[in-house]
């Protein structure tokens, strides 16, 4: 069965400096792999994804992630963070087979300082 | 700008009561997948269905909860009856999978917050 850890419950951060948030998963075969970002009293919104080809994905909102298979990771970084992206982020993982149902992470909470 | 939408979005009832919840998938949509989130248990996938039917409601409590799609433009979600455990927020989603097979995108709807007292 597939399984996402994210091990960071919360993150904090000054605006303007760097982020990498963590996401690890188990899967026995090549997964896709998302993260979504889930602001106070909103629904989930997909940040960006990896199906296959370029293990470097480019998403919304200037973040992006790179899938590292030989790590198990996929983490979402974002080189200059701004004050409207404090929220909760998700990591999922599907089966590349299958029915397709993702399993999410428990999130990690990042917190803006200004 | 097509969205998920749910209602109500927050429901206040007692235990014992029934609780029927919402969803309206975005049209030509033909995915709906039906998710909780509380503080303990992280999101937690519910049911799951696929061309109006239900593929996948082992996540889903049978004794108390059932999941439906009446018509490809609702989904409903009831508990009867209701229990304080069952406070949490409830998520819709839906997506599209006629092109590729997967549903690699899901739009969530704002969230049903059901409190039970």
């Known amino acids: 069965a597939q399984s996402v850890t994210q091990p960071d419950i919360h993150i904090t951060v000054s605006e303007g400096a760097s982020l990498e948030l963590r996401c690890n998963y188990s899967?026995?075969?090549?997964?896709?792999l998302f993260w979504y970002v889930q602001s106070p009293g909103q629904g989930l919104q997909l940040l960006l994804k990896?199906?296959?080809?370029?293990?470097l994905v480019q998403g919304i909102k200037g973040f992006e992630a790179e899938f590292k298979r030989s790590q198990s990771s996929f983490n979402l970084r974002k080189p200059s963070v701004h004050w409207s992206d404090a929220a909760e982020y998700f990591c999922?993982?599907?089966?590349?087979?299958?029915?397709?149902?993702?399993?999410f992470g428990r999130g990690t909470s990042l917190i803006v300082h200004p | 700008d097509a969205r998920v939408t749910q209602t109500p979005r927050h429901k206040v009832t007692e235990m014992g009561q029934e609780v029927t919840m919402r969803c309206q998938p975005i049209?030509?949509?033909?995915?709906v997948f039906w998710y909780r989130q509380t503080m303990m248990q992280g999101l937690e996938l519910l049911a799951y269905?696929?061309?109006?039917?239900?593929?996948?409601d082992s996540g889903m409590p049978k004794d108390r909860f059932s999941a439906e799609m009446p018509d490809a433009t609702l989904a409903t979600l009831k508990i009867q009856p209701s229990e304080p455990r069952d406070s949490a927020v409830y998520f819709c989603?839906?997506?599209?999978?006629?092109?590729?097979?997967?549903?690699?995108?899901?739009?969530f709807g704002p969230g049903t917050r059901l409190t039970v007292l």
């Open positions: 999922a993982v599907a089966s590349s087979g299958g029915s397709y149902i993702p399993t």
């Open positions: 899967y026995g075969a090549t997964p896709y």
């Open positions: 269905f696929r061309n109006r039917a239900p593929l996948d």
């Open positions: 989603a839906s997506g599209d999978d006629q092109q590729t097979g997967i549903s690699d995108t899901q739009y």
């Open positions: 049209l030509g949509h033909n995915t």
């Open positions: 990896y199906l296959s080809g370029d293990t």
